[in-house]
């Protein structure tokens, strides 16, 4: 494994950000769900899509807490851009588990 420097853990912006919406995403090539986050005044609302339909669905996610990437570059999936990165771990079958507060916290909270 690669050791990096404080420094460079600094540059990844991970925040914490309420799902306001989420939706199949059909088109996509693997089963995925759409998604549009809060992430409060600062960075306002973002939208992504993450292979998690194995644990979630969507009616399930809207007003759940997600941690994520904010500032990686803008990624077209499909004919949807995806302007974040939520974060997850996978589990013992490979599929992907959220990464989320145990508690409230404002959104745009930035991971420390």
């Known amino acids: 494994m690669a050791e990096i420097t ?6 990844v912006d991970i925040r914490a950000g309420t799902v306001l919406r989420a939706e199949p995403f059909p088109e996509a090539r693997k089963p995925a769900i759409k998604m549009w986050i809060d992430f409060g005044p600062e960075i306002g609302e973002r939208k ?13 996610l809207v007003g ?13 999936i499909g ?14 079958d490979g599929n992907v588990t959220l ?14």
């Open 79 to 92: 004919k949807f851009m995806s302007e974040v990165l939520v974060l997850g771990v996978h589990d013992a």
């Open 6 to 11: 404080f420094d460079d853990f600094l540059k």
């Open 99 to 112: 990464s989320r507060t145990d508690h409230p916290v404002n959104n745009g909270a930035r991971l420390s």
């Open 48 to 60: 992504t899509s993450a292979q998690i339909t194995q644990h979630y669905a969507p009616e399930d």
């Open 64 to 76: 759940t807490q997600v941690l994520a990437v904010v500032n990686f570059p803008p990624r077209q």
